[in-house]
């Protein structure tokens, strides 16, 4: 005769798995946060670190351009010719704008987001027009541009459904 061992301690019906109180919170769907979403809250901060060294440089390409007319030189000829004043003003401009939203979206500012997507995408747009002046840089700073563009689109949306 076999006899089963009967337990000492009473049936745990969670025995072996997690019980609810040890399991942590699903990520609520209406910030924006959850599956995939980890690049985008990150690009998010990168983007407007990246917007304020953009601005600040722009700031210091439209001081350099006001200051002397010959630091660019154009590349052939070009349908979208400005002075290098004028582009020393846009620059200047720009760049100030552009460094004041990436203060706001590291803020996480309300405003930010949509002020930034709007003003990243003049950015990219100013820069195509300069390219004959400053090629590379151009190249570069219009990949800077797309990428705050899709940061600030994919990123999280806590400002916009709070």
Same mark, same amino acid.
Do not use: C
């Given at each position: 005769?076999?006899?089963? !061992?009967?337990?000492?301690?009473?049936?745990?019906?969670?025995?072996?798995?997690?019980?609810?109180?040890?399991?942590?919170?699903? !990520?609520?769907?209406?910030?924006?946060?959850?599956?995939?979403?980890?690049?985008?809250?990150?690009?998010?901060?990168?983007?407007?670190?990246?917007?304020?060294?953009?601005?600040?440089?722009?700031?210091?390409?439209?001081?350099?351009?006001?200051?002397?007319?010959?630091?660019?030189?154009?590349?052939?000829?070009?349908?979208?010719?400005?002075?290098?004043?004028?582009?020393?003003?846009?620059?200047?401009?720009?760049?100030?704008?552009?460094?004041?939203?990436?203060?706001?979206?590291?803020?996480?500012?309300?405003?930010?987001?949509?002020?930034?997507?709007?003003?990243?995408?003049?950015?990219?747009?100013?820069?195509?027009?300069?390219?004959?002046?400053?090629?590379?840089?151009?190249?570069?700073?219009?990949?800077?541009?797309?990428?705050?563009?899709?940061?600030?689109?994919?990123?999280?949306?806590?400002?916009?459904?709070?």
């Amino acid at each position: 005769m076999s006899e089963n !061992p009967t337990p000492t301690t009473p049936h745990d019906p969670d025995h072996g798995t997690w019980s609810s109180k040890h399991r942590s919170a699903e !990520p609520d769907p209406t910030l924006g946060y959850g599956a995939g979403s980890g690049w985008a809250s990150g690009g998010t901060v990168f983007a407007g670190v990246l917007m304020m060294v953009s601005g600040i440089l722009g700031i210091l390409n439209g001081i350099a351009g006001l200051a002397k007319d010959d630091v660019y030189t154009r590349v052939g000829d070009y349908t979208y010719a400005f002075n290098l004043t004028t582009w020393g003003w846009i620059h200047l401009i720009l760049g100030v704008i552009v460094t004041i939203t990436g203060y706001g979206i590291l803020q996480d500012s309300g405003w930010a987001r949509a002020v930034g997507i709007g003003i990243a995408s003049l950015y990219v747009i100013a820069y195509f027009l300069f390219l004959p002046y400053a090629p590379v840089w151009s190249v570069i700073a219009i990949g800077i541009g797309v990428f705050v563009i899709w940061a600030l689109a994919e990123g999280p949306k806590s400002a916009a459904r709070t």
